[in-house]
């Protein structure tokens, strides 16, 4: 049985692999693609790091049981079940929402998450730098006053991906020998967006301005030009661009370890990253395809080269991985195995996403299909209907026109809602049982 190796890239659109263009900005990414399985319909459960991870390590809804707030918290891991079956289970990350402090080293015998603990798991790990930043982002301090200010203190927050590569060598050259099931995650794509001066050919100084404005017009839009816009998307690409040399290099470390043909690599991202498609900027509270459309890549299968235009989740990421190790999905799980689709089999005619809106405290939903999209805040029962074979961009709502596509939707969503519940009954009655048991054996 192959390595499993789990590489998820904060916040890259599906449409940043260049595969699909002209011009790309991943050669290294197109390879591995150009080899393996591509998915072109793959979808993330919902549009942030924080809601969308307990679906991809988990396999479960984000809004149930703990609502994401703790991490995976009830929910069952990838890496517990595969450590289960005998796999070595080891992780690198450097995003504070998926550090030990939100529970993801759960399962994992070796963790890395770059964030000094004090030797202690509860301390906040935003309690630092990036909350620092983004407290002066959001101040009302003049923005003259934040620029003089910033480029003393604004460095990239998170670890360079070719320098998490070199501990992740460390770690695969120590343990090539055994069965391991790795994953990885890189911060290079995700906001500010600083990369190297001379490639992007702009000063480190003014990308940082550039990157307080886009900061501040998340929370309000009129403070970002159409121009200063343009440029962030020019230089957030040399970004992409060295994602994609991370991906080359991490390749190559593991081909001079002969661990490379030994390996199945899931490649993916957990959300995308918005531009004003929807008046918005970077990840919030929507479903848009710029924000949950994502990248899927499956690499060293024995299956020939393919690509699969079928919609498929994140949530279907777990039950992939115990397929590829011929063992049953827990029944925790509520994802199908990609594995499948490849005999042409299909597993599912539609994605759900779902995301909270803080201030309104209610629910948004989306259904995927390849034709339609609807959205529906249940809460103001409003709904929005996409046909995106005539409006890939989600632009004109034609719910009015469609009520029985509508109401269809609508009873999907209902439905979605009842298996949620009955799973949830499932999970925290196994979890009851289990600390029963353990209760049980200290008093013995
Ligand atoms: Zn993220």
Request: with cysteine; proline share 4%.
């Amino acid at each position: 049985m192959k390595n499993i190796i789990l590489i998820t890239i904060d916040s890259m659109r599906a449409d940043d692999i260049g595969y699909s263009k002209e011009e790309s900005l991943t050669p290294n990414l197109d390879a591995l693609a150009s080899e393996g399985v591509v998915f072109n319909n793959a979808f993330s459960q919902a549009p942030t790091t924080k809601s969308s991870f307990p679906c991809i390590m988990s396999s479960t809804y984000p809004i149930m049981l703990t609502e994401f707030k703790k991490g995976l918290g009830m929910r069952l891991s990838i890496a517990r079940v595969m450590r289960k079956h005998g796999y070595l289970t080891a992780a690198f990350n450097s995003n504070p929402y998926l550090s030990r402090y939100y529970g993801y080293d759960d399962g994992f015998d070796y963790f890395y998450d770059s964030f000094e603990f004090g030797g202690k798991t509860n301390n906040n790990p935003l309690i630092g730098k990036i909350k620092i930043i983004i407290k002066i982002c959001k101040s009302k301090i003049p923005t003259k006053i934040k620029n003089l200010v910033m480029p003393f203190t604004y460095n990239t927050p998170y670890e360079d991906g070719i320098e998490l590569n070199k501990k992740i060598k460390n770690w695969v050259s120590e343990n090539k020998d055994k069965q391991f099931f790795l994953w990885i995650h890189y911060m290079d794509v995700h906001e500010p967006f600083i990369p190297d001066e001379k490639k992007a050919g702009i000063s480190k100084k003014d990308m940082i301005k550039l990157n307080l404005k886009l900061r501040a017009a998340k929370e309000d839009e009129t403070n970002l030009t159409e121009n200063e816009l343009k440029k962030i998307i020019n230089i957030r690409k040399y970004d992409v661009s060295h994602m994609d040399e991370v991906v080359g290099d991490l390749i190559d470390r593991l081909k001079k370890m002969d661990v490379f043909r030994k390996s199945v690599l899931i490649i993916t991202a957990d959300h995308g990253d918005e531009f004003k498609e929807h008046g918005g900027i970077l990840h919030t509270s929507k479903l848009y395809d710029e924000l949950i459309h994502i990248p899927l890549i499956i690499n060293g299968l024995d299956s020939l080269p393919k690509k699969i235009n079928e919609v498929v989740g994140s949530i279907d990421i777990g039950p992939t991985i115990v397929d590829l190790n011929n063992t049953d999905k827990p029944d925790e799980w509520m994802g199908n195995s990609l594995l499948p689709l490849l005999d042409g089999r299909s597993t599912r005619n539609f994605v759900i996403s779902e995301m909270l809106l803080r201030n309104k405290n209610s629910v948004i939903n989306s259904i995927r299909t390849k034709k339609w999209k609807f959205i529906y805040d249940i809460a103001e029962n409003k709904y929005e209907l996409y046909d995106l074979h005539k409006d890939p961009k989600e632009l004109n709502n034609i719910s009015a026109e469609y009520s029985r596509k509508v109401e269809e939707f609508k009873g999907l969503i209902k439905e979605h809602y009842k298996n949620k519940e009955e799973k949830e009954k499932m999970i925290r009655r196994k979890k009851l049982k289990q600390r029963i048991k353990i209760l049980r054996k200290k008093d013995d």
